[in-house]
């Protein structure tokens, strides 16, 4: 049987999987547009996972932003990815706003950096506190 962390850190390597072959994607050419809307999905699945396993009840429908405020209650070391979700929340602004002139040089590459940064985060958050 999966012990709880066992199967959180399972799901958050299956995020990483996901992550690396948005990495292929990106490097393949796939548009930002595309590209950080699969991101902003990636992040909010790995909020999720890590919601979950604390036990904290979030709304089906919350944003990325949402999910990280839920996380972070009680617990003041999530405010470590906060830029990482904010960072990823200003790219979709930009690009609504039709401003891709305040976007970072090479917003494709950021977005995949971001995502690995938040997946290191709640991956070593997950082994630090391993049951037993």
Known sequence: MMTESTQLITALDAAHERIEALAKQQSAGMPLPELLAAGIAEAQAMLRIMLENEHKPYASDAD???????LVKGKPHWNTIRDNCRELIYYQNCLKAERQDALPAQPERMV?????????????HAEQNQEG
């Open 64 to 70: 990325l932003l949402e999910l990280w405020k839920t």
């Open 112 to 124: 995949i950096h971001t995502l690995r940064h938040i997946f290191l985060y709640l991956r070593s």
